[in-house]
């Protein structure tokens, strides 16, 4: 019989708490939309809001990013999500806006 080492449940542990709060984090938001609970505004706030804390998520529990012991690598890593974030957002903010005014 082989037994886990604390280290190997740890990161078990880890990964199942990473993914139970994803899929929670996903499952909200089509609740807060099929429901039709709040505004649209009110919706698209709390669906921005629990898209960040999912970010947040992946990068604890996944990517293993410790923020207690701050180096280079981890302030390139961080600036390099925010870019792509924002190049994503941006992006498919600039479509949908421009596909929204050639329909009119």
């Known amino acids: 019989?082989?037994?886990m080492s604390d280290h190997a449940r740890t990161m078990r542990n880890d990964y199942f708490k990473?993914?139970?709060?994803a899929v929670l984090l996903t499952v909200v938001?089509?609740?807060?939309?099929?429901?039709?609970?709040l505004s649209p505004i009110h919706a698209l706030l709390a669906i921005a809001?629990?898209?960040v804390v999912q970010i947040?998520?992946?990068m604890i529990y996944f990517l293993h990013l410790d923020l207690r012991a701050v180096t280079d690598e981890?302030?390139?890593?961080l600036a390099f999500t925010g870019i792509i974030l924002f190049l994503m957002v941006g992006g498919s903010l600039w479509v949908m806006f421009d596909l929204g005014a050639r329909m009119m």
């Open 56 to 58: 947040a998520v992946h």
């Open 29 to 37: 938001p089509f609740a807060l939309t099929a429901g039709g609970w």
């Open 74 to 77: 981890k302030i390139v890593m």
């Open 49 to 51: 809001a629990l898209a």
């Open 18 to 21: 990473g993914f139970g709060l």
């Open 1 to 3: 019989m082989s037994t």
